[in-house]
């Protein structure tokens, strides 16, 4: 009786381990990003504390590591050189703050951006993100102001900014 | 009854005086207004260019007045413009030579996606905000791209906390010339704020519990900053990518936690520090990128770190600073060193003066080998002054083998400079 029970619990404690395990690696298979904690949160790029809700940007690895950033433009700088400065892990996922919900992270490569001198960001490339076209459509009845993507956004950072 | 006569005398008189105030639209003429019944947007609108309106007292439930024409508002015996967390700015001012002066303007409307302020100066030049109280501002007073205009002797109260919102008390973009003296200013994000600004003059304010940092310089050269003084902010001063700023006798005081400076210096070069107090601050100084400035005659006392230098700074000067019971004087993230002290005093030094020349004969090493371990393991300041860690120190001195072996003071004072 006695050895049946122990065996019983020896296998429950390596079921629950299993479980537990398995949870935990479930959980690693898919980096999150973390909301910014405005005020006290400090950019990665340019030591600035972030503290303006309407930008902010999340740089998350594949190793669940989540670097965040005050302005889409110090994430983009930060995204160029990455490889190079961290050879041993990938970017998994970038996110930016949609302009019209404050605090909210959006995926950045999805993101529709509107460049604009109406805009104020806080290293001043002014382009903010918005999650649909319809959204974004609504600042771009200014001629002056431009429609970039993500890949845009990177290459105005490297070569007009 | 000659009492009833006075009394309907009076009330004839106080009627004439608000009829003409209202009516009486005249060039250069002064207007002083004893009652709350006329809005403060009629009679900016009933004013001929170059009027003073005087505000005697009252009480001014408004926002969204704008302001179009030169114009002087004063303001006597604490009138009150409340804008009711409603609306937009309380004050737009769109043209040259617009003063403001003894008015207390009130809660303005915190919108997530508009800077609103309580005065926001709008290309427009020569204007001036003097004396005026700020309460429950989101932002206080925003200038952009102005020119040559004063605010001075104002005082800004605001309920920023970590978790809300909280705009700037004097905001300053693309503008230029701009002096700014004798503010109060507390509870902000940052005091003061200055990105894109050009050859601004800031002295005698005191920025304190601000949320970000008491003074905040972004993109804005050729600016000068003195006798200041900051504490209890997030972090004292920031100037960042910007050169030619020139800070003298300013006070960095009690700027305390993780991510708090006295001041934070990031991509700056071509500047002077001059003749400042750094005491109780987490780090005095913190220079990341910062090219040839001058540090001269400086207090570091109390501090966590009096000076921390990251190793893409270089070509920096300290002389004659005194660096008295900080923990760690001076910190590197490098063992490389392209920065000169010289002649500065420091209390952790414990060398002779054998010539008695005043000059301490053996070099300083400021740096210590716990600071280098802290920076790169944070959760090794558990151990500070434990025995071990002192003997590790006693030892890098002697022998330097991790520390910057060029970061030295070959002049160290034997006598606090004054």
Same mark, same amino acid.
């Given at each position: 009786m006695y050895i049946i029970s122990l065996s019983n619990s020896v296998q429950l404690y390596i079921l629950l381990t299993l479980i537990f395990n398995l949870s935990f690696l479930l959980c690693s298979c898919n980096p999150k990003p973390d909301p910014i904690n405005f005020n006290s949160d400090k950019c990665v790029n340019c030591s600035m504390t972030i503290s303006d809700k309407k930008w902010g940007a999340e740089l998350v690895t594949s190793k669940a590591k989540v670097y965040k950033f005050d302005s889409i433009e110090c994430m983009a700088l930060y995204f160029l050189a990455f490889d190079k400065n961290n050879p041993d892990t990938k970017v998994f996922s970038v996110w930016t703050i949609n302009y019209l919900i404050p605090g909210e992270l959006i995926d950045a490569e999805k993101s529709i951006y509107v460049r604009s001198n109406s805009f104020h960001s806080p290293m001043g490339l002014n382009t903010a993100s918005f999650l649909t076209e319809a959204e974004a459509s609504e600042y771009l009845k200014s001629d002056t102001n431009k429609k970039l993507d993500w890949k845009g956004v990177l290459n105005t950072v490297q070569h007009d900014w | 009854m000659p009492k009833k006569i006075y009394i309907l005398f009076a009330s004839?008189?106080?009627?004439?005086?608000? $009829?003409?105030?209202? @009516?009486?639209?005249?060039?250069?003429?002064?207007?002083?207004?004893k009652t709350t019944q006329i809005s403060l947007k009629d009679l900016v609108s009933n004013a001929a260019p170059n009027d003073t309106i005087t505000l005697n007292g009252g009480y001014y439930p408004e926002s969204g007045i704008e302001i179009y024409k030169p114009l002087t508002i004063i303001g006597k015996n604490d009138p009150v413009i409340d804008g009711q967390s409603k609306g937009k700015n309380i004050f737009l001012i769109k043209n040259d030579s617009v003063s403001l002066a003894g008015l207390t303007i009130k809660n303005v409307a915190r919108h997530a996606l508009w800077d609103n302020a309580a005065i926001r100066i709008d290309n427009s030049h020569q204007c001036k905000v003097l004396n005026c109280k700020f309460e429950n501002a989101y932002f206080g007073i925003y200038l952009a791209k102005s020119s040559n205009c004063e605010v001075i002797g104002n005082k800004f109260q605001s309920q920023g906390s970590h978790e809300s919102d909280a705009g700037n008390g004097i905001h300053l973009w693309k503008s230029g010339h701009i002096h700014i003296k004798d503010n109060v200013i507390k509870g902000h994000r940052d005091g003061i704020y200055l990105e894109f600004g050009k050859a601004c003059m800031i002295e005698n304010n005191w920025s &304190?519990?601000?949320?970000?940092?008491? @003074? =905040?310089?972004?993109?804005?050269?050729?600016?000068?900053?003195?006798?200041?003084? $900051? &504490? =209890?902010?997030?972090?004292?001063?920031?100037?960042?990518?910007? =050169?030619?700023?020139?800070?003298?006798?300013?006070? $960095?005081?009690?700027?305390?936690?993780?991510?708090?400076?006295? @001041? @934070?210096?990031?991509?700056?070069?071509?500047?002077?520090?001059?003749?400042?107090?750094?005491?109780?601050?987490?780090?005095?100084?913190?220079?990341?990128?910062?090219?040839?400035?001058?540090?001269? =005659?400086?207090n570091f006392i109390r501090n966590g770190w009096g000076a921390r230098i990251f190793a893409n700074s270089n070509d920096n000067f300290f002389g004659s600073n005194n660096f008295i019971s900080n923990t760690f004087d001076i910190a590197s993230n490098s063992r490389m060193n392209f920065n000169k002290f010289i002649g500065n005093y420091w209390s952790g030094y414990s060398g002779y003066d054998i010539n008695l020349d005043g000059w301490g004969d053996v070099p300083y090493r400021p740096v210590r080998l716990f600071s280098l371990l802290a920076s790169q393991q944070e959760p090794v300041m558990l151990l500070l002054h434990s025995i071990f860690i002192e003997f590790l120190d006693i030892a890098e001195r002697i022998f330097p083998v991790l520390t910057p072996e060029t970061l030295i003071d070959s002049k160290p004072s034997m006598k606090i400079i004054k």
């Open positions: - | 004839f008189f106080i009627s004439c005086i608000i $009829f003409f105030t209202a @009516l009486s639209t005249s060039n250069k003429s002064e207007k002083d207004v &304190e519990n601000n949320i970000r940092y008491g @003074l =905040h310089f972004m993109f804005s050269d050729s600016c000068k900053y003195l006798n200041n003084h $900051f &504490e =209890h902010n997030g972090a004292g001063v920031a100037v960042m990518y910007t =050169h030619d700023i020139e800070m003298i006798n300013n006070t $960095f005081a009690n700027n305390w936690g993780t991510a708090a400076y006295g @001041l @934070l210096l990031k991509d700056i070069h071509d500047s002077k520090i001059y003749g400042n107090q750094f005491v109780n601050n987490t780090v005095g100084i913190h220079s990341e990128g910062s090219i040839r400035i001058k540090v001269e =005659h400086n």
